[in-house]
Each structure stands twice: as structure tokens, then as C-alpha cells.
């Protein structure tokens, strides 16, 4: 007898206009620095005292910690932000994670300016009521060290105190490049060994890296190793594509290739030993050209755009897998997955544990491209398989070698309804999404909507 079959999944859609949003002068905080011989310019000193005055005045989304100290004992300040009075997003799921950094080399003010702004501006929209601002905080932790190297901040100088490049001291092909001063060893630096055991302790599971510098006017993506594009490049392409049709006509390239070969920084390790799509953003030198202030923070503003975006919609930063049928017929199985994010996934596979929990059955592997679905069929002994068990799938969060693995449960909200025959025997197994042909129909171009309880 076969038994229809009926499950719901809670889903709710949004539209948001993220990629159009624009910039209001009334809502973009003014980088406070001073000038000081031609850049504007905030000692260590000022920035700790304002930070703690945002941690004091703003308790419920500020949490200040220090991710260590300085080869001069100054403390390396991370803003922590997020809706504090709440430990999940509202459907009881993680919230995203991002992970921002300015300041590696002491005389590029304007990335850390931006640092401080990407903080200030969800404080500031938080406490006007700002839609955007708020959702992000309730929905993200947004972690910022706004001054890696208050050392050479403070005395205007690239280097850290021991005259080493920080952004050449990272534990990823260090010191395999013709390069600046790198230091004696990966990691040497007191200020890159904390941000890597920083990064290792809170955000491993980001889905977002910034990390903030000035120069000239481009974005960069890993690799700065390699000329070659990164096996994420169609994630770093659509966020190309997307930024320069509607935000910012910024450059947005390959570090190699858009800047020059280097080796050893905080962009290549983050993407490389940690796994998260990393982008170093670069303002332009208009600092050192005297009188130019005033289009600082016009500047700063357009990289801004930039980056609410990165942040409003990095729930699609990563592969989201969602099973849209599984079947099990004449000892075949057919799986049909739909992925809604934006990286593509080479390592998927389908498991079938029982209730213990035990994996009694796992498929082989499989990819599914990015915004794109996939259709799987495996040989099978359906024996295996009774309505006590759970399904899950275990995929890679993106194609890098190092990303995030995650296993995640077939919707357990699912009513699974198998095909017996009449002495009782099993003969099959139906399982099938009925927004599935929603998703069919209105494709998945998924930028402009994000799916709240779907995670
Ligand atoms: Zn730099």
C-alpha cells in the first residue's frame, strides 16, 4: 500500500533591499580622528577611551574585550556586537558571524577608520531605530578589532615595534614571497599571534573576514599567494558582480593579480587555514595628499555601503543545503538538493543514522553548485532504512580545503512515510518538500530576500 506522503517545513521569505541601500548622510558617523601632518589620525589612548564609552553606554549590543596586548602591552580592543538579550536569532538559531580587523599597519588611518565606522554605525542605527541596523544585531555578532598595531599607530609607522610587517607575519605560506619584513618566524608578532587565538577561540565559524587597510582604491580576494582564482571564485565573483552593478564601482580583484604577489597575511590565512570568504579592503591614499580631509569621509562612506551589505546578507556567504525529495525505490536511492547560498559545496553526502544516532548508511560524496540544485541517485540496500531513523546531511560550508564542515538534520519537523507492502515488508521510502516547487518556480535568485526561519 503506498502511503502519500506530507510534511511542512516553516519557511518565511523576506524582501530586503539590501543591494540598493544607499547611503544617508544622516545615519553615517563621522570618522572622529584628527589631522595630524597631513592624515587624519586616533591614538591608541582615544580609541580605548571611546570604545569603553561605547561598551558603558550601550550594554545591551556592546560587549568590550581585549584580544590581547601589544609587544607594548597596549590592549588590542574587539568590539562585540549583536542583540546581547538574546543568545540565538528569534527561531532559536546560531547567529551569523562576522569578523572585522583594522589597523595591521600603523600608518594606514583610514583602514582603521573604516573599522571604527563599520562598529559605530550599528551602534549609532541601533539607538535611532534603524530597521537594518537592528535586524543585523539581532540576526549576527559582528567581532571588530578595530587597532591591531596601536604600537606603530601611535608613532606613524607601517611597522609593528620590533619593525616587523604584521600582515606579512600570518601562519599561511609565510615568508615564501619576496616580501617585506615578515619577522623570524609565523605568528613571532604578539599582535598577530592574538588576533590568529582570537580568531581561533570566538568566530571559527565566521562567514565573513574584512580586514581593513589604505593604499589605493580596490577590494581584494585571496589569493595573494597565487595568480591563479580561489576555489570559492564564483562566491567572490558574485559579490563582485553584485557591489559593482548597484553599491560601489570599486575595483574588486584577486590580491595577486590587483595589487602584487605577497605572502603571509591575515587575507590568505583567513581564507586558506580557517576556511571564511576573506576580503582585504583597501581605501585610497587621499590621506597623504594635504587638504584632501574633506573627502574622507565620503570615501569611508562608499566602502561602507560595501560592507552593510557583505554583512546584511552573509547568511548567503556559505553553502545552505535543503533537501527538496528523497525517495527509496527498487534499492535506489534519488536525493534532490537545493542550495540557497551563494559558495558551491564539493563534499556533500547524505547519512542515515538510527535513533541512537549511530550512521547506518552514508552516500557517497557529491557537489552542489552554488544558488543551483542537484539531482543524486545511489545504489542501496532499503533494509537498511526504518521509520525510527533520522536523515542528515554533512557538507562543507565552502570548496576551500579548510572551510567549516556542518551536519545538519533533514528537517526533523518531517513526517517520513515509507511504502510497505501489505505482509508488512518495506519496499520504499518517500520524502518531499512541498516548497520545493515554490523554489522551482521562483528560481533562486536569492539576493534581495532572506529566509529567517530557514536555518
Ligand atoms: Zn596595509
Same mark, same amino acid.
Given at each position: 500500500?503506498?502511503?502519500?506522503?506530507?510534511? /511542512?517545513?516553516?519557511?518565511?521569505?523576506?524582501?530586503?533591499?539590501?543591494?540598493?541601500?544607499?547611503?544617508?548622510?544622516?545615519?553615517?558617523?563621522?570618522?572622529?580622528?584628527?589631522?595630524?601632518?597631513?592624515?587624519?589620525?586616533?591614538?591608541?589612548?582615544?580609541?580605548?577611551?571611546? /570604545?569603553?564609552?561605547?561598551?558603558?553606554?550601550?550594554?545591551?549590543?556592546?560587549?568590550?574585550?581585549?584580544?590581547?596586548?601589544?609587544?607594548?602591552?597596549?590592549?588590542?580592543?574587539?568590539?562585540?556586537?549583536?542583540?546581547?538579550?538574546?543568545?540565538?536569532?528569534?527561531?532559536?538559531?546560531?547567529?551569523?558571524?562576522?569578523?572585522?580587523?583594522?589597523?595591521?599597519?600603523?600608518?594606514?588611518?583610514?583602514?582603521?577608520?573604516?573599522?571604527?565606522?563599520?562598529?559605530?554605525?550599528?551602534?549609532?542605527?541601533?539607538?535611532?531605530?534603524?530597521?537594518?541596523?537592528?535586524? /543585523?544585531?539581532?540576526?549576527?555578532?559582528?567581532?571588530?578589532?578595530?587597532?591591531?598595531?596601536?604600537?606603530?599607530?601611535?608613532?606613524?609607522?607601517?611597522?609593528?615595534?620590533?619593525?616587523?610587517?604584521?600582515?606579512?607575519?600570518?601562519?599561511?605560506?609565510?615568508?615564501?614571497?619576496?616580501?617585506?619584513?615578515?619577522?623570524?618566524?609565523?605568528?613571532?608578532?604578539?599582535?598577530?599571534?592574538?588576533?590568529?587565538?582570537?580568531?581561533?577561540?570566538?568566530?571559527?565559524?565566521?562567514?565573513?573576514?574584512?580586514?581593513?587597510?589604505?593604499?589605493?582604491?580596490?577590494?581584494?580576494?585571496?589569493?595573494?599567494?597565487?595568480?591563479?582564482?580561489?576555489?570559492?571564485?564564483?562566491?567572490?565573483?558574485?559579490?563582485?558582480?553584485?557591489?559593482?552593478?548597484?553599491?560601489?564601482?570599486?575595483?574588486?580583484?584577486?590580491?595577486?593579480?590587483?595589487?602584487?604577489?605577497?605572502?603571509?597575511?591575515?587575507?590568505?590565512?583567513?581564507?586558506?587555514?580557517?576556511?571564511?570568504?576573506?576580503?582585504?579592503?583597501?581605501?585610497?591614499?587621499?590621506?597623504?595628499?594635504?587638504?584632501?580631509?574633506?573627502?574622507?569621509?565620503?570615501?569611508?562612506?562608499?566602502?561602507?555601503?560595501?560592507?552593510?551589505?557583505?554583512?546584511?546578507?552573509?547568511?548567503?556567504?556559505?553553502?545552505?543545503?535543503?533537501?527538496?525529495?528523497?525517495?527509496?525505490?527498487?534499492?535506489?536511492?534519488?536525493?534532490?538538493?537545493?542550495?540557497?547560498?551563494?559558495?558551491?559545496?564539493?563534499?556533500?553526502?547524505?547519512?542515515?543514522?538510527?535513533?541512537?544516532?549511530? /550512521?547506518?548508511?552514508?552516500?557517497?560524496?557529491?557537489?552542489?553548485?552554488?544558488?543551483?540544485?542537484?539531482?543524486?541517485?545511489?545504489?542501496?540496500?532499503?533494509?537498511?532504512?526504518?521509520?525510527?531513523?533520522?536523515?542528515?546531511?554533512?557538507?562543507?560550508?565552502?570548496?576551500?580545503?579548510?572551510?567549516?564542515?556542518?551536519?545538519?538534520?533533514?528537517?526533523?519537523?518531517?513526517?517520513?512515510?515509507?511504502?510497505?507492502?501489505?505482509?508488512?515488508?518495506?519496499?520504499?521510502?518517500?520524502?518531499?518538500?512541498?516548497?520545493?516547487?515554490?523554489?522551482?518556480?521562483?528560481?533562486?535568485?536569492?539576493?534581495?530576500?532572506?529566509?529567517?526561519?530557514?536555518?
Amino acid at each position: 500500500m503506498r502511503v502519500a506522503v506530507g510534511l /511542512v517545513v516553516c519557511m518565511m521569505l523576506a524582501v530586503i533591499p539590501s543591494a540598493a541601500a544607499q547611503y544617508d548622510p544622516t545615519q553615517t558617523p563621522m570618522w572622529p580622528g584628527e589631522p595630524v601632518d597631513s592624515h587624519v589620525h586616533m591614538t591608541w589612548a582615544a580609541l580605548t577611551l571611546e /570604545v569603553n564609552d561605547w561598551a558603558d553606554e550601550n550594554s545591551d549590543i556592546v560587549d568590550l574585550v581585549s584580544a590581547g596586548k601589544s609587544e607594548l602591552g597596549r590592549d588590542l580592543w574587539v568590539v562585540r556586537l549583536s542583540d546581547w538579550s538574546m543568545e540565538t536569532k528569534a527561531n532559536g538559531s546560531s547567529k551569523e558571524i562576522v569578523y572585522i580587523d583594522g589597523g595591521h599597519h600603523g600608518n594606514e588611518y583610514l583602514g582603521t577608520a573604516l573599522a571604527w565606522l563599520s562598529a559605530k554605525w550599528y551602534i549609532n542605527g541601533w539607538n535611532d531605530g534603524n530597521e537594518e541596523a537592528i535586524s /543585523v544585531l539581532q540576526n549576527n555578532e559582528l567581532h571588530i578589532l578595530i587597532m591591531l598595531n596601536p604600537d606603530g599607530n601611535d608613532i606613524d609607522t607601517r611597522w609593528n615595534i620590533n619593525q616587523v610587517d604584521l600582515n606579512r607575519n600570518y601562519d599561511h605560506y609565510w615568508n615564501t614571497c619576496p616580501t617585506t619584513q615578515p619577522g623570524s618566524s609565523a605568528f613571532s608578532e604578539a599582535e598577530t599571534a592574538a588576533n590568529a587565538a582570537y580568531i581561533d577561540a570566538h568566530v571559527t565559524d565566521a562567514d565573513l573576514y574584512v580586514t581593513m587597510h589604505t593604499g589605493v582604491w580596490i577590494i581584494l580576494y585571496p589569493w595573494g599567494k597565487w595568480p591563479e582564482q580561489p576555489p570559492d571564485w564564483e562566491l567572490f565573483w558574485t559579490i563582485r558582480d553584485t557591489v559593482n552593478a548597484g553599491i560601489s564601482d570599486i575595483p574588486i580583484q584577486n590580491a595577486n593579480q590587483g595589487l602584487y604577489p605577497n605572502c603571509g597575511t591575515s587575507r590568505d590565512y583567513g581564507y586558506g587555514q580557517m576556511g571564511f570568504p576573506t576580503f582585504t579592503f583597501e581605501t585610497d591614499d587621499e590621506q597623504f595628499v594635504p587638504g584632501s580631509f574633506e573627502n574622507i569621509n565620503d570615501r569611508l562612506a562608499e566602502e561602507m555601503d560595501v560592507m552593510r551589505y557583505l554583512i546584511e546578507n552573509v547568511w548567503y556567504w556559505r553553502a545552505r543545503l535543503v533537501v527538496q525529495s528523497l525517495a527509496v525505490e527498487e534499492g535506489t536511492l534519488t536525493l534532490d538538493v537545493i542550495n540557497h547560498g551563494q559558495a558551491s559545496t564539493a563534499n556533500a553526502s547524505l547519512e542515515y543514522h538510527n535513533a541512537a544516532g549511530e /550512521v547506518l548508511w552514508a552516500s557517497s560524496l557529491f557537489g552542489v553548485n552554488a544558488t543551483n540544485s542537484t539531482t543524486v541517485s545511489f545504489d542501496v540496500d532499503q533494509n537498511v532504512f526504518t521509520t525510527e531513523g533520522k536523515w542528515n546531511l554533512n557538507y562543507q560550508k565552502r570548496v576551500i580545503n579548510a572551510a567549516t564542515w556542518v551536519n545538519e538534520t533533514v528537517d526533523s519537523n518531517l513526517t517520513v512515510n515509507f511504502i510497505e507492502a501489505e505482509e508488512g515488508f518495506l519496499l520504499g521510502f518517500g520524502l518531499f518538500n512541498p516548497l520545493a516547487v515554490i523554489f522551482s518556480m521562483i528560481g533562486v535568485s536569492v539576493l534581495t530576500r532572506r529566509e529567517e526561519d530557514n536555518d
